[in-house]
């Protein structure tokens, strides 16, 4: 497959990951987590867990415009294939280190977070040849 392909439909499908639901119970999206108040919050990892989400579309709209660039992406497209997929990472495993079941917690994923989470896996192994 051309990498050119390959990385414009991955990079579409993390941005819309990014506004679709994150959990079964509510329709809220990463977007939402995003731009809720936090009422002077001052906990560390609150907001870098909040913040955290931001880099998820972020990566997408880089190798979104690296890849209709000829494949010029900005600071290489490695770190940008890997930056969701650490977000990611750390925000399934932070709740798990602190007790929650990971059984109950994949249960109530909702289409956004699948999204993200398989396409963010796939960004960061598959690498296709120019």
């Known amino acids: 497959m051309n990498r050119k392909i390959v990385t414009i439909v991955l990079a ?33 990892q609150f907001l870098l867990a909040k913040y955290l989400w931001i880099l998820i579309p972020l990566s997408g709209v880089i190798l979104l415009i690296g890849a209709l660039n000829n494949g010029n992406y900005f600071l290489g497209r490695g770190i940008w294939t890997l930056l969701p997929l650490l977000a990611i990472l750390y925000i399934i495993l932070k709740p798990i280190i602190d007790g929650y079941k990971i059984g109950d917690m994949i249960k109530g994923f909702g289409v956004g977070m699948i999204v993200m989470t398989v396409f963010s896996l796939i960004l960061a192994v598959f690498h296709p040849k120019k």
């Open 12 to 44: 579409v499908a993390l941005i819309a990951g990014f506004f679709l639901p994150l959990n079964q119970v509510s329709s809220a999206s990463a977007f939402d987590v995003v731009k809720a108040p936090s009422y002077g919050m001052t906990d560390i």
